[in-house]
C-alpha cells in the first residue's frame, strides 16, 4: 500500500460547481497536511494547510482532515476557470523539514467556464 | 521579493553530457530540496539538504549529484549516468514546514 494515494483525475466540472478532491494515507503518524496548486509548466504553490484533525476555510476553498479515516479533503466553492490546475496533497509527521514530505501523485482539475 | 529562482528555464542536453541546474533562493531558508516530476509520477525527491555543505540523498539520486557552499545556492547536476534526465526538476526550501518551490527547469535530451 501507498503511503498516500490520490485519484489522478482528469476532473472536469462546469463554472460555478463544488468541486472534491481528496487523499488517503496509510501513515498514522502524520500530522501536517497540505494541499499544493500547479499551473502547467510552473512550480506547486501552497493553497492551504493544516495540522491535525479539523477544518480549515480560505475564501473559496477548504481543507478538511479525518484522522480517523485517514482521510483528507480539498474542496473548492464556486469553482473558476482560473482554479484549472492539478491539485496535489502533502503530508509529514514533522512538517518535512528532514526531506519526508510525502506528495501525492496530483488531481487534474479542469474547470470549463 | 522573497522567492526561489531556478535557472535556465528550459535545457537541452546531449547524450553523455553533465547539465548544472541552478536553485537561488533569497528566503534564508535552511533546508533545500530537488524533485524530479514526470507525467504519472508525481514528485520524487531527488537530494536534500538542512544545512550549508550537508546533503542527503532521496529516492532517486543515483545518476545526480549535488552541493551545498552557500544557505541561499543548491546546483543540481546530472550526469551521463542518469540514464533518463528528461524531465521537469522543481528546487524548493522550506523553514518549519511546508515548502516553496521555484518554477522548474524543463530538460530534455536531443
Known amino acids: 500500500q501507498k503511503e498516500v494515494e490520490q485519484d489522478p483525475g482528469p476532473l472536469s466540472v462546469p463554472e460555478g460547481a463544488i468541486v472534491s478532491l481528496n487523499c488517503t494515507y496509510s501513515n498514522s503518524a502524520f500530522q501536517y497536511f497540505m494541499w499544493y496548486r500547479q499551473y502547467s509548466r510552473k512550480g506547486p504553490e501552497l493553497l492551504m494547510y493544516?495540522?491535525?484533525?479539523g477544518n480549515k476555510e480560505d475564501g473559496r476553498f477548504t481543507a478538511q482532515v479525518d484522522k480517523s479515516s485517514k482521510y483528507i479533503s480539498l474542496f473548492i466553492r464556486d469553482s473558476q476557470p482560473s482554479d484549472s490546475a492539478t491539485y496535489l496533497c502533502a503530508m509529514s509527521d514533522n512538517g518535512g523539514s528532514q526531506g519526508n514530505l510525502i506528495f501525492g501523485k496530483g488531481t487534474k482539475l479542469s474547470v470549463k467556464p | 521579493d522573497g522567492g526561489i529562482t531556478q535557472s535556465p528555464k528550459y535545457l537541452f542536453r546531449k547524450e553523455g553530457q553533465n547539465v548544472t541546474l541552478s536553485c537561488e533562493q533569497n528566503?534564508?531558508?535552511?533546508?533545500m530540496y530537488w524533485y524530479r516530476q514526470d507525467p504519472g509520477q508525481g514528485l520524487r525527491l531527488i537530494y536534500y539538504s538542512q544545512i550549508v555543505n550537508d546533503f542527503q540523498k532521496g529516492d532517486i539520486a543515483e545518476g545526480y549529484s549535488v552541493s551545498r557552499e552557500k544557505k541561499e545556492s543548491f546546483p543540481l547536476t546530472v550526469t551521463s549516468a542518469q540514464k533518463n534526465p528528461t524531465a521537469f526538476y522543481l528546487c524548493?526550501?522550506?523553514?518549519?514546514?511546508?515548502?516553496?518551490f521555484g518554477s522548474g527547469t524543463r530538460l530534455t535530451v536531443v
Open positions: 493544516t495540522y491535525s484533525s
Open positions: 524548493a526550501s522550506s523553514h518549519s514546514f511546508g515548502y516553496t
Open positions: 528566503l534564508n531558508h535552511d533546508a
